[in-house]
């Protein structure tokens, strides 16, 4: 069973608006990580935002924002005004602390911002 | 810091052949992992280290892949008897476990083609 879900494989949003990438987990272990990363199409792995599973406020970082359910096990990356430069596949990533402590990769949702 | 550092940035091999592939962590980063990404895939865990001890191996993994990382410092991964389905992007990343969200800092990965 996949332990990341990103259901969206592509999605295409008009320069400028808000735009919610969605992220779905599955664990168990009570503490856990969530990370977002951004790769380009320079191949490049760009950290994003990062959401601990004891975080009481929803991680924010310029942009981009985490809107963390975790009673649905749900990690949906919001980026707010969206550019063209933010056109790039974005993989949510988690990391189980007890388990195994190791940090696994969703397949990604790739994001085309359109002028 | 110089950042993470893979070498090569490419490899072209022949089917049947071994091929070895270098990362440098940042300095003082004591964990270490391999991913291995096709296009349009995330990233494949592969295995990871802390300091010089391997944690785990992909079970998906084969035989013919190994990598060590002999002092806690660079490590290597090696693929023997390649197979034109090991093509693929090689990436490592590393990271300082216990500063908290302790986020990974990727290579720019080793893209292998097996002809």
């Known amino acids: 069973a996949q332990k990341i879900t990103q259901t969206q494989p592509g999605m295409f949003v008009q320069e400028k608006e808000a735009v919610t990438l969605d992220c779905t987990y599955d664990?168990?272990?009570?503490?856990?990580?969530l990370f977002w990363y951004k790769q380009p199409s320079s191949g490049e792995m760009i950290f994003l935002i990062y959401q601990g599973s004891y975080d009481q406020q929803n991680a924010t970082e310029g942009r981009y924002s985490l809107n963390f359910q975790k009673a649905r096990k749900s990690a949906n990356l919001v980026i707010s005004a969206s550019q063209l430069g933010d056109s790039a596949m974005y993989f949510c990533a988690m990391r189980e602390r007890e388990r195994d402590d190791k940090i696994i990769f969703g397949k990604g949702t790739r994001l085309h911002i359109l002028p | 810091d110089t950042g993470v550092s893979q070498n090569p940035r490419h490899k072209i091999t022949k089917r049947g052949q071994n091929v070895t592939f270098r990362c440098d962590p940042i300095s003082e980063h004591n964990r270490l992992y391999w991913y291995r990404q096709t296009l349009g895939q995330g990233p494949e865990f592969l295995t990871y280290f802390q300091n010089e001890a391997q944690l785990e191996k992909s079970r998906l993994l084969s035989d013919r892949f190994s990598a060590e990382r002999p002092k806690g410092s660079f490590s290597t991964l090696e693929i023997q008897r390649t197979e034109q389905g090991d093509s693929a992007m090689y990436l490592c990343?590393?990271?300082?476990?216990?500063?908290?969200?302790?986020?990974?800092?990727f290579g720019s990965g080793t893209q292998l083609s097996v002809l």
């Open positions: 664990t168990s272990d009570p503490s856990y990580g």
């Open positions: 990343a590393s990271t300082h476990v216990g500063e908290g969200n302790e986020k990974l800092f």
